[in-house]
C-alpha cells in the first residue's frame, strides 16, 4: 500500500535538512509507533523497513524502543516467522 502525506513545504524543508529522506522518515517513524503500541510485531516491522531481524532490533534500540515487551512466546512466534521467511528467500 502506498501513502501520500501532504504537508507544509516549510515543515518539509525542515525535517529534510535534519538529514535524510523524509519519507524514509516518516515510514520509520509509524513502524516505531506501531511497535511501541503493539499493533505491529517485530516481523512486521522488519517487513516494512526492509530489514533483518538483528538490523530492526538495532532499529528499534537507537530509538529506545525496548524489546522487553515481547512475551516468550511472542518471540518463538516471531523466530518461526523469519525461519519461515528466510527459507522462501532461500529457494
Known amino acids: 500500500m502506498e501513502i501520500t502525506l501532504h504537508i507544509p513545504d516549510d515543515v518539509a524543508r525542515r525535517l529534510g535538512s535534519a538529514g535524510g529522506d523524509v519519507s524514509r522518515?516518516?515510514?520509520e517513524a509509524l513502524a516505531l509507533e506501531g511497535y511501541?503500541?503493539?499493533?505491529?510485531t517485530l516481523y512486521q516491522v522488519s517487513e516494512m523497513l526492509g530489514q533483518s531481524r538483528i538490523e530492526t532490533e538495532d532499529f528499534l534500540g537507537r530509538h529506545h524502543v525496548?524489546?522487553?515487551?515481547?512475551?516468550?512466546?511472542?518471540?518463538?512466534?516471531?523466530?518461526?516467522?523469519?525461519?519461515?521467511?528466510?527459507?522462501?528467500?532461500?529457494?
Do not use: F, G, N, V
Open 25 to 27: 522518515r516518516a515510514l
Open 36 to 40: 511501541r503500541d503493539q499493533s505491529l
Open 66 to 91: 525496548p524489546l522487553s515487551m515481547i512475551t516468550e512466546e511472542e518471540l518463538d512466534r516471531e523466530a518461526a516467522l523469519y525461519e519461515a521467511a528466510s527459507h522462501r528467500r532461500s529457494l
